[in-house]
Each structure stands twice: as structure tokens, then as C-alpha cells.
């Protein structure tokens, strides 16, 4: 019944995955494609490295018209979560108009208001709840993050190493616009349309634009125009995304990253007996930078009308010390 | 005792001020720069309006090294805020790296792990704590709002007019660095300094840089590279600003948007008995967006090392519907 | 275009209703059964005021078994909130034991560990998302709140009148179970069942129990246990509850407080072509305590075995200042 | 660089202490104090078991006057925390009577107004910012928490063993006051004095009670009353509080719950080289139920006028499924 002292507890980690078919398929991939040490032991950004001067100069050169294009979601209960994994963003407002009409802020702490009045509020956002960027930090698989860390370096109180405040500079790119479903002539893909390298490609070329080292790919499935306003299970179910086996191509192209009109970016439901299995090829290995729920139906309208599916593109996100993913106010510039 | 059905109610707004000299000059400036009905009833973004496809053409040809400086601080507990009148940022972890690694996510809402893991998390985030664009809909003066508006558009679930989720397409500007700190030699103006038209015209003038319609104006005071790590009353007290008597100097200039390094771009104690005045001026009035609680120290350095004062500026607020304000990723690109 | 000082803006309130036949049921009992000035022009607790050093030992002499049984479902995100106009509670934890045990906290703000740890929390609670009380702020009817007061005292920083934290000494009192679905031999009563005063007398007859001055009624309808679990629209769907004809019985029997097992206390759809007139007549004008999401299961099977319908009442909501309502950890003492 | 299969990854706890003098004091008083195994492999509430039935009924018949003195200080931004570890309780208004005056409510969900309003709001709540009991998941020491569980049942979504919910139904008790500075004629003990079992017991015998098996002691220092209002370093600084050297006494006396009114029941600074060593013993060891400031001053005056320091005492924490600790709506009634 009485203590005693004890050593430092053993405590055991996530069971490693037995060497069955789909996981050799895995570890296959993981091992052609992995970047862990390629910018050294300290790197924290992963293909975020593929951005530099050059690429900066190159994005900023395509742009023509002076047009600009917003790719976020509206940050706001009308959002596309279901309240089952996650909440939408809500803003509480602390101090109102209402309230100034009222009368309530006559007396401010800084003196009589004299005729001045103002709003203030609060925003509950959980990060990953719409248009965002996962970091490097989200995903963990065989009890290590992007470059060989350790999970514990992810607290209750955020991520000390490979959280999304890292690397914010590097999202100034050339983005591409790869209009999937408009290439074959649907509102939506159909939920579990697993996108291959083929149809990536294709979708490109088709385009007129050479995919390069550092660009940004939009992946466009249709499914949020399809789903928007009646979101339904759109955050969790079923969707259209990238197949696993689109790693190789993606880590031959080092592109920077890769965003899609989807809640996970890849297939769901997923293609090998793994949860999220092209999140530990791409995120965890490759340190590819993952977009979800990007908004691209404007932006494909405006590439069909005009032409021109390449551009800059600016998408930093907000840079949340150790958080696991951020928002961002995502800009194409034509 | 017992009630009567009551016709509607009659509340009282907010007092009008008394003609006295004070509230004369502050009525003077307004009339002098209004932009009411400018850009139409309809409009909800002011100046804003400046930035067209000829300006974001002109700022993409800036860019000519390619490099990236940030200028939004990181949003976290560390932040600029004490407390009194606004909270930091706090990142709420709902699952984490730990976790992962004692085995809670070995079951998974999707199956077993199989070797996969994450983490998520949630931020409660003031939207005006940190790094961060007001809205036209977060001051009032005299019963009104941006263009003439009602402030009872803002209730306690948001704006349904001038919220900051308007214009953020137009946050891809021509950026020009005032350094009025450098120009001056000091680490940072004092408290109380009131920095006045022929000062920013200076700075510019010395910088080698025409101020044109529709840019950004960032305004140094030196105020956060001192204060940093240490706030105190930073957010609140008194500080170094522009002097109410710039307002029709940004009025002529036609400028699209002015940041500072400070809490409240103006500055404080006010010059004139009423708060921030040239908020009901600039903000109200001209619809100006005013950025507040810029990092301007990296650019600093990086504007006075190359000689280049002027760049691409992409700095759209988060679209938070409705919000009164809204944090960024703001980000001068060269 | 150029603004000029304006006198205080009027606001109209809302319009008052039409003299139609169901808005004269309403004012009827308005009228007959209204507390405003009862208990003096400045009483913030309304019926509470029943509640006195007599009925405190009279409820306390009730104790004979010593057993307590809870009534306050526990607050998580297995509520019975569907995210649509409400959420569930949200715990987010700050401090956890598997990060203490991956060695997160070894060192402390207050120096090396020594083998210490420890778990720290927020909860983000609306305060009407589980069991609660509504305050005398929480709802306004023509204009007014409880006792007259302006609903202009409710702002977005709170009630400064009429607020939860008003009384909370008050809530010790008799309580009364009418279990009206167990003296109907059903589970649940049916959505649309209106309770009429004769059957909350018949459950007290049939209980053996007299109604005093400032008893707390529990009033079971079984839907609670119906929709446990399997929530779907329990809370701002059709449901059963209180007859808006029960006013008058409610008001000549001077309870101080009525609880139940629904979301809103009355009967979903509403009788009349008013929202909720239960609560314009009770809540505003008797100033009545109403309890909902009350979890009176476990009680209902405990009297039905002891055959003791009285007993101490103990659930003092949380004292959150100028709250509309707030959660409690309501206990019957029997 | 490529990545392998990896097992399980064993993460390391926290070092054990070493055998120095102090720890050596520290595992004497966990060795004669422990009360793991008691009650049971399976309990989680510890010393709330000391009530039952019997306690139960004896602490009712307390009850001679029918008054009701509250013990919670309200939830609210003026509470008594810094900003520095924790945050104060804030209230964010959702809907407010500003509002519905303006009309902002003439639409509802249900329909047209016709009247009716309502205000709404939610409480991020800090669970131990205020007023609470401390669960038995909130602390660690040697690897271990209450009954030898691991805190790895305590995750970033909250505690699946020893969490604040359990023993709710256990906090109706004979509550005693031991009121130590009054007996010392001091306003309020002096930071840093360290309460012995001596002084408790000297409380106990000139208020003329006993301490029983079950009880609560609610220690009354007069810290709260010194510095309410104007806070400072209340919660966390230096503080009078109970000596690691009364948890014999405290074993011995069988009680159910302690409680304090300052930050964290025991004296600081700590007496030997741990944190909070009586918290090792009392909370992790004992099973001790301890709670945290505690608004005792209006009790004390009651208690000095009446001479009554024994009393029935309802106190039951908020059911927070998982959560460290709870706040409560503590009522004395006497």
C-alpha cells in the first residue's frame, strides 16, 4: 500500500506496424521519398526549402493583369465542420455597437466618450477547422515527426520544434492551379476518386504549365463547390483526393506544396489498410506542406476564362507559435 | 405594478459632442476628408478602393532580390497584451505529440493506429491582441460608422457591414517604410511624440521614395524593438504615434492603408480632448485600414542595409466574418 | 457627404405586439400573475424571495436517510447540444500527465521538479449548453426585462442587473419531485405534451405531497432518459414540458423555482403564436427560477422506492457574474 | 536518412528524487499517510469515502437557524490571477439586450419576435482560476497519482481516471471553520507562515468543535480578505497556508476535504526543497479532496457573531468530465 520512490517510468509508444502487405507498400514509399536530414538535422520546413530568391522572383514575374484571387473560407460558424471532430470558428464579441448605441461605453476607461465608440471581439478558432496549412508537427507515424523528432517535442502546450510558425516567409511561391475536375468535365469527383500522378499531369499539361521545383499545386476536386452551404460529412467522410501512390511523382517534381479543395488532401477512404497514409510519405517524410480546404471555385473560373494557370501565389499562415496547423488569407495574384 | 404592452422603446445614443475648440478641429478634419459616399453608398472598404489592378502591378515589379520579411509577430502568450484590457493569444492543445506516444491514440476514431498518430489544437485569440488590421466597423463616431452607417450592424454576433472579412483582395499594395526612428537616430521616439506630416514626408523624402496613391505606409516608431520581451503598458500606455494634424496629409496622398509599430497608430495621450481622434478621422471617416502592433525591426534593417524602401506589400487580414479586427501573416516581399 | 455632430441617435426597440387574441392570453396573465415591485423596486431574484430561514430548516428537517443524489448531467462533449444554436462544453487541457511523464515538466516555474507534476484545464462552457438556471437577465418581453428593468443592462459584457450571481444563497431549498411520466406509466411523455396544472397537483397527490411557498418543483417528463445518448434535437426541438396555463397555478402556489428534464421547461411547439410565453410570464414577470436539462432519472427511481417526494434541495448555480444563466452541481439530500 | 520500422519508443518519466534529507522527510509522511488500496483498487474519490450516510444525516441536523452563507468568490476578470499562469474566468455575451432593443433580434430562429428577447452567453473558465476543488488527477509525484494509477490516463483531452466528477454526490458534510487569524487577532497571517496541526487544533478547541471522521475544515488564514481587490501575486506568491507537518494530523483526523482562502492550501514558500510537498502527500497519497480560495471572511464574521463554527456544509464541485479540478457554488448552512 505505501509507495516508494521509482525510476523514471518506461512508458511504451505507438505499437510499430507489423510488415504486412500494405505496410511494406508504405515503408516502401517512405523510404524512396523520405527528406529527413536533406537540409540538415536542424531543419524544421521541409520542401519549403525548394522556395528560395529565385523561385521568389520567378512567382512575382507572372504577374500581369494585377488581379487578385482569394483561395480561404470565410472564418465563421457557417464553416464546414459538423461539430463531430471539430468546431467551427466562433467570434465572440466583447464589445458591440448595440452596447455604444446604448449608451455603455459613455464612460470608456480612458475618460467620457465625447461621441466615440468601438467594437472589439474574440475568435475560438480551432486551427485546423477550415482554409489551413498543416505543419510539420500534425502528423507523427512510427513514433517520429518530419526529421526524425520526437512526439514529446508536442505538448499539451504546442510544438517546440516543426510547428507552423516556422517558415512562414517561404510561402510566397509560384502556385498552378491543377483543375482536376474540370479536366474531366464534372462539378465534383466523385468520394473516393483516388487522383493519380497520371491525372496530376495531365491536368498540367493540358494547362500549357511545367510543373517546378518549389511551386505551390492546387489540386482542385470540386468537391467544395459541390458540398458548400450543405457541408454534411465534407469535414471526415468520403471525398476525392490524391492517391498514396502520387508520393514518388511528388517527390520528383520537389514541389513546395500541395493544397487541395478537400478536408485531408488525399482519398478517402484511404487505399491500404494505413489512417492518412500519403500524411506520413508527404508530411512526415517528404516534409511536403499540406493545404486543406482551400477555396478554388473562383479561381478556376477565372484560369478557364483567361488562360493562365500559373501565378504568384502568397499564403502564409498566421503563425500560431506551436500549433499543429494555421489559418491563412490565401492570395492568387495574376 | 403590472406591465402594459409598451410601443417600441426609445434609446438614447451616445451624446454629441459640444462645439468646443477642441471638437471643432476634430469636426474640421472630418469634414476636410471624408470619403462617405466616395466610392458609393454600397462601399464597405474605403481606401482600400485605391489599390486596382495597376497598383498590384506596379508593387509585383518591386520585387527584385526575391527575399521575404515577415512583419507579424507570433501569436502567443508572449504577446504585447497585459491582461488589463485584452488577453494574448492562447494556443489550447486537444491532442498532442505525448499523447500519441503513451498510447492514447492507438484506437483511433478511423480504426486502429497502426503507427499513426497527430496532434490539433484550438486558439483563443483577441483578435486585436496582436499583429493585426481594425476593420471599418470597429470605431464609431457620433452615432455613425464608415459611410454613414448605424453601429447597431454590430451585435454581439459581428458586423453584417464593414466587417474586416471585406477588401482583403486588396491587400496586395505597393509597401513603403517610413523609418521615422532611424531617420531620427534613436532607438525609438518617446512616448508622447507626435509624429507630424512634415516627418513622414521627411522619412520619405530621405528614404528616396514618392509616396503614390494606393500604397501602404509603415510607420517605424522604434516603439516594439524597445519595448520587446518586456511590454509593460505597450498595449494601452502612453506612445509615440502620428499626430491627429497628419490626417489631411494621408487624405491628399490618397494612401490605402497605415501601420505602425504600436499599439494604436496614433499617438498617446491624445493631442485633443477626445480619444483617439484620428481614428474618427482616418478609420471612421476617410475609411482608412490602420495596422497596429507591426514588427517593423527586421525590415528595418533590411531597408537600411539595401537602400530599397519601397516593395511588394501582401498583407490580408484573416476573413473573420464579421470581426471587428483581424491578425495577419503580413509579409514584404523585395 | 461631410458628416456634422448629431444629437443622440434613437434607436427603436422592438415592436410591441398586436392586441390579437393570443397576445391578450399573454397580457392576461401577465397581468395577473406579475411579481414586478413585490419585493421592491431594486429586488434582482424574484421568487427566490419565497426562500427564507423558515423554509431552510423546514427543507433541512427533510434530511432522514443521508443519501444524496445528483441532478446535473456532467459537462462534456457528449452533451445534448447539436451544435446548431448551442455547444457542448469543451475541456482543453493545458498541463497533462503524459506530457509529465515524457519529462515535459521537469523543470517548473518554480524550479527542477523532484519527481512533481501535475494537470490544468480550461472549459469553454456556454452557460445554457447542459443543467442550468436561467437568470431574471436571460429573457425580455416588450421592452423589459424582470422588475422593469431595461434590457440596455445587458451588454456585451454582461447583465449588471438581473444576473445568475444574484441569489445564489437562496437555492437551498424544499424540493418537490413531480414525476408526471412515472404517474402516466409511459417512459417519456410525447414532444407536444402540454402539462396543465391539474396534472402537476395530480403528481403531487399522488406523491403525497403538499406544494409550500418556496419549493423547488422537479418536474419529470421522461425525455431526458428517452434521448440520452442519442441526443439528435432534444435541446430546441419539439419536446414536452409546461402549459402556458399553468402560470396562474405556479403563481398562487408561490413556488420559488421550476426544474425539468427538457431543454426549455415549457411545451415545444408553443401554444401560442409566441415564443416561449411560458418564460415572458414566469421569468420576466413572476420572476420565477427555471432550471432545464435537469437529469432526474436516477431521482425519479429513488422515490419511486422510498416513496419520499420531499427533500432538502441544494443547487446554487454557479455564481458567474452577469451571466444569463449558469451551470450548477445541483444535489437532492434525502 | 531513410526511416526504419521502429518499436515501441520508450519515453522516460520523471527522474525519481534523490535520497537527500529533505525527500527523505517527504516519503516518511507518504509511507505513514498513504491511503492507496483503502478503499479499493478502484477508487477514486480517497478520503470523500469517509462520507456516508451517517455524516450525512449528522451534518443536516446542524441546521438551526436556516441561513446560508456562500463561500464561491464570483467568477469573473476581476478575480484574483495575474494573467501569469492563469487566466481569470471571462464572460463572452452572445446575444444582449442592446441588442434586441435595436432590434437585432426582430427575426428568430422560431419566427417573428413578436416581443420576445433573449441574452446568451458563453464562460471560458479557467477550472482552477477561482473558487475549486482539486481533483485527484490534478497532481503527480514519482511517476504516480491518486491509488497508484499512471498520469498517462490523464491526456490532452482530459482524465480518464481520479477526474473531478467522480465524488460529487460525497460533498454534503459537517463543515467546520478554523479560523487561525482571528484566533491570532491578525487580519490575515503573514506570507510564508506555515499553520501547524497545533494552531488547527487550537482553532478547533476555542471555537468548542470537534473534529469527526468526514469532515470538512475550511482554514481560514485571512489572506483572501487582505488582498481582495487589489490582487497582485495572491495566486502563486508567497502565502500563509498549512505545514507539510500537519498531514499526520490530517491522517490521523480522518477528514474528508480541507480548503483554504489562498491560492493552494499550503504555506509558501515550500518548507523543504519540493513543490508543494503537502500536496505529494495529501492529494496524491491521501486522496485528500483540496480546495482553493475559498471566500471565507463573510463566514467568519458569522461564525465569531453566532459562536456556531460547525455546520452542514454543500460544496459539490461542477461535473467536468476530466477535468483537474472544479469550480462550485460552495454553500455553508447553518
Keep these: 500500500m505505501s509507495p516508494t520512490a521509482k525510476p523514471r517510468t518506461a512508458v511504451s509508444g505507438p505499437i510499430a506496424t507489423k510488415p504486412d502487405a500494405d505496410t511494406r507498400i508504405l515503408h516502401d514509399y517512405i523510404e524512396q521519398c523520405s527528406n529527413w536530414g536533406r ?20 512567382a512575382a514575374a507572372l504577374v500581369r493583369r494585377g488581379e487578385v484571387i482569394p483561395v480561404s473560407l470565410p472564418y465563421d460558424e457557417r464553416g464546414c465542420q459538423d461539430g463531430g471532430f471539430r468546431q467551427n470558428p466562433q467570434l465572440m464579441v466583447t464589445a458591440s455597437g448595440t452596447d455604444y448605441l446604448a449608451g455603455a461605453q459613455d464612460q470608456t476607461p ?39 523528432r520526437s512526439p ?24 498552378v492551379l491543377l483543375d482536376v475536375a474540370r479536366r474531366h468535365g464534372v462539378e465534383s469527383l466523385e468520394p473516393g476518386h483516388a487522383i493519380t500522378a497520371e491525372e496530376l499531369q495531365a491536368a498540367a499539361d493540358s494547362a500549357g ?7 505551390a499545386l492546387l489540386v482542385r476536386t470540386g468537391f467544395m463547390g459541390a458540398r458548400r452551404g450543405r457541408w454534411e460529412d465534407y469535414a471526415g467522410g468520403p471525398a476525392p483526393g490524391l492517391s498514396l501512390h502520387t508520393a514518388p511523382w511528388l517527390h520528383a517534381k520537389e514541389v513546395a506544396a500541395v493544397a487541395t479543395d478537400t478536408w485531408g488532401v488525399e482519398v478517402r477512404p484511404n487505399e491500404i489498410d494505413h489512417i492518412q497514409p500519403l500524411h506520413s510519405v508527404a508530411l512526415v517524410h517528404m516534409g511536403l506542406a499540406l493545404g486543406e480546404i482551400f477555396d478554388l471555385e473562383r479561381l478556376s473560373e477565372h484560369c478557364a476564362a483567361d488562360g493562365a494557370y500559373e501565378f504568384l501565389f502568397v499564403a502564409a499562415p498566421l503563425p500560431l507559435t506551436g500549433a499543429s496547423g494555421a489559418p491563412l488569407s490565401g492570395l492568387v495574384i495574376k
Design 152 to 175: 514529446d517535442l508536442v505538448t499539451a502546450t504546442g510544438a517546440t520544434r516543426n510547428g507552423v510558425e516556422k517558415g512562414v516567409d517561404r510561402f510566397v511561391m509560384r502556385g
Design 110 to 148: 480612458w475618460g467620457p466618450a465625447r461621441g466615440f465608440g468601438y467594437s472589439d471581439d474574440v475568435v475560438i478558432l480551432p486551427t485546423q477547422s477550415g482554409t489551413q496549412w498543416d505543419s510539420l508537427s500534425h502528423i507523427f507515424f512510427e513514433g517520429q515527426m518530419y526529421n526524425g
Design 209 to 215: 504549365v511545367e510543373i517546378r521545383r518549389g511551386d
Design 39 to 58: 537540409w540538415g538535422d536542424d531543419d524544421e520546413i521541409g520542401t519549403l526549402n525548394f522556395v528560395g530568391p529565385e523561385q521568389v522572383r520567378a
